[in-house]
């Protein structure tokens, strides 16, 4: 473990390494034997298809630039942070994105971001050097206010359209940040990105370079206001959701299929929900086939396809051999269909005719063994257009809002509808999703709404930027002094909200389950209190709270290369490195650190026992406050895969430090000190 996050060149060596290990030579990458091993398929020539622009060279080395930063939590800001398993994070998202990936590299089922769009008014390019000191970055991007806050032009300057380099800069911005993000992602996982017209094009390029563009999902169009924004030629009423997946192992859940023709009721209602007639069993939308024209007895009456008898069909056969009439379903199926409550006779202006039922929960499927009915909720596939409907524009964004917040704190946020469809579409029961452009913190709202809607347990991250408010704006009046304090008090208030409606859910829940137990043979009476009782579980222990962390600098020394020949500095440095730990750090920031930086995830369960931290159980110990041969023993006794120590808790005492590391080999422990 050297302090230094994960970069995405170690990941692509790494990968190359083991689909082609000929191509290496003493750990390296040997050209010459990877063009041999390639063959032909390999392409230097200039002339090729490829997005390029000013800087793009310059922002593939910002990303392959490991980060020493860290992570350290801020419990006041928090909400019911011990347990608690949403994140919020505060800081600037490319470093953050840097400092996530050992933990949560593979992890993320679905992202969502809602980057500036480009339009020439954004404020939006990032500082991006990062191997510098902290005075040095000071004094690059500005020093802090009063609070420790980077100031606005500081971190920010505005894109003019006039800038010759307008889409280059929206480019460097975004690129190394989409790397990174989809080193994050799961095999299965997927992204969904918010853009406008400005950048849509390149965006795509930008996509599909990164994700590769077999991996391109689809393109949605979003309805962003009836009365949009309006040029000499056009109103512009919407912008689009681009959405592409790490791989071609993706899965999208489908939409519930929700039809007010499902009115009917029979003896299956308990299982299959209720059902509607479908078209006729010879409803004439079928190419004619032989084997799907036979004829059907029930109740002493005889069924032909088109309802003619048999000597009136052949004639009509002679006539328009197109125009025949057959069944929609095979015998074989309409037997089974009979047999299992799928078929209706009902009269007509025409007489008897044969009706399919459509049930709400339930299909008639069939295997090697034969047909079989599958109970399952009817779906359909999310249509393109599935965010032209206004309940998806930014009139209802502002509604949310508006809804939490007695004044206006924030422009241009998504609304929760969107958020929630999208994580309905991305994400399962127990998935992660992350938000780096966090903004408003819609993301969050949406997750927990969307959990007490369906009893999910899913977990979030937000990542958003400490950027100040405009001291003329409403925000900075209310108090708001920075963006991400306007998303942490936006999720606490709907996080209260959320839980004052599941109260209301649980009470009508309860008045269910009393209301069965008073009544008498009522069929499946204990398995329908059951059920509620258990949604009335889930409903209780949603989780509603949020862990706070800020992006920090490490809690450790780190070496800075001496550019001159200057004894007394290097002296100097070989001085401050006999203890590696900052005057600054503290045990519990430590902590949070090293957690990171071995690849465990924020939510580990740490346990603090008297001289040192358990993370997950046995999985890993560290030994940040004192070391004796009894703590050792303690340790030990414990099991751990590994245990990480502080250097500094031997010093004087190397007799103790040998011994520890070879108990600690005998007993099968990984042993480092720091």
Not at 101 to 116: A, E, N, R, T, W
Not at 396 to 414: G, H, M, P, W
Request: aromatic residues 10%; proline residues 3%; negative net charge.
């Amino acid at each position: 473990m050297d302090g230094k996050s994960l970069t995405p060149q170690e990941v692509k060596l790494q990968q190359l390494k083991e689909i082609l290990p000929e191509a290496f030579t003493e750990g390296k990458v040997d050209w010459e034997k990877l063009k041999a091993t390639l063959g032909e398929d390999i392409n230097f020539a200039n002339e090729r298809y490829v997005l390029n622009w000013a800087g793009k060279s310059e922002a593939f080395k910002i990303l392959q630039t490991p980060s020493t930063k860290t992570l350290v939590p801020d419990k006041e800001q928090s909400v019911n942070f011990d347990k608690t398993e949403h994140i919020f994070i505060e800081g600037e998202n490319m470093e953050v994105l840097k400092v996530l990936q050992k933990s949560y590299f593979g992890k993320v089922k679905m992202i969502y971001i809602d980057p500036p769009y480009n339009t020439g008014n954004d404020s939006f390019i990032y500082p991006d050097k990062f191997s510098e000191t902290k005075s040095e970055y000071q004094k690059r991007v500005g020093d802090k206010d009063e609070e420790g806050y980077l100031t606005k032009e500081g971190i920010f300057r505005k894109n003019s359209k006039e800038n010759g380099q307008y889409h280059s800069n929206w480019l460097n911005m975004m690129y190394p940040r989409m790397f990174l993000a989809k080193n994050l992602l799961r095999q299965d996982g997927v992204i969904f990105v918010s853009i406008d017209d400005n950048e849509v094009h390149n965006l795509r390029l930008l996509m599909n370079e990164v994700f590769g563009e077999e991996n391109f999902v689809a393109e949605f169009p979003r309805i962003t206001k009836k009365a949009g924004k309006t040029t000499d030629l056009i109103a512009k009423n919407n912008d689009y959701v681009l959405c592409y997946g790490k791989s071609d192992n993706i899965f999208l859940n489908k939409n519930i299929f929700n039809d007010d023709g499902y009115k009917h009721s029979d003896e299956f209602e308990g299982e299959r929900g209720k059902y509607k007639l479908s078209q006729t069993l010879d409803y004439g939308s079928i190419q004619y086939s032989p084997s799907l024209d036979y004829e059907i007895e029930l109740k002493n009456f005889i069924f032909r396809p088109g309802g003619v008898s048999k000597i009136e069909m052949e004639a009509r056969k002679k006539r328009n051999p197109s125009s025949d009439f057959c069944w929609r379903w095979s015998k074989e199926l309409f037997l089974f269909g009979l047999e299992n409550g799928f078929i209706v006779i009902k009269e007509s202006k025409n007489g008897k005719r044969i009706y399919t039922k459509t049930y709400e929960n339930a299909i008639i499927s069939k295997n090697e063994n034969g047909y079989f009915v599958e109970i399952k909720k009817r779906t359909k596939a999310t249509s393109t257009l599935e965010f032209i409907e206004n309940k998806y524009s930014n009139d209802n964004s502002r509604k949310d809002l508006a809804k939490i917040f007695d004044t206006k704190v924030f422009e241009y946020s998504k609304p929760v509808s969107l958020i929630k469809r999208l994580t309905q579409n991305g994400t399962n029961n127990n998935d992660l999703i992350l938000d780096f452009f966090s903004g408003s913190g819609t993301t969050a709202h949406a997750v927990m709404a969307l959990n007490a809607e369906d009893g999910g347990n899913r977990k979030c991250i937000s990542v958003q930027l400490p950027e100040l408010t405009d001291e003329k704006s409403e925000a900075y009046k209310a108090g708001y002094k920075t963006i991400a304090d306007i998303a942490k008090e936006r999720i606490r208030r709907a996080a209260k909200k959320i839980q004052e409606e599941i109260n209301e859910k649980i009470k009508e829940k309860e008045k269910e389950i009393n209301k069965l137990e008073s009544q008498l043979d009522i069929d499946a009476k204990e398995e329908k209190i059951k059920n509620l009782q258990t949604e009335i579980e889930n409903l209780g222990n949603q989780d509603l709270g949020f862990k706070v962390l800020k992006l920090s600098d490490s809690n450790f020394k780190q070496w800075q290369q001496i550019k001159s020949n200057d004894p007394e500095a290097l002296a100097k440095q070989m001085k401050l490195f006999v203890d590696p730990v900052s005057e600054n750090a503290t045990t519990e920031n430590m902590v949070y650190e090293l957690l990171l930086k071995s690849g465990k995830d924020l939510n580990s369960d740490l346990e603090h026992k008297e001289n040192y931290y358990c993370i997950n159980d046995n999985e890993m110990i560290l030994m940040l406050e004192k070391a004796t041969q009894e703590i050792v023993d303690a340790v030990i006794a414990e099991k751990p895969q590994k245990v990480i120590a502080l250097d500094r808790l031997f010093k004087g005492n190397d007799q103790l430090k040998t011994n520890t590391a070879l108990q600690m080999k005998d007993a099968g422990v990984e042993f480092k000190t720091i």
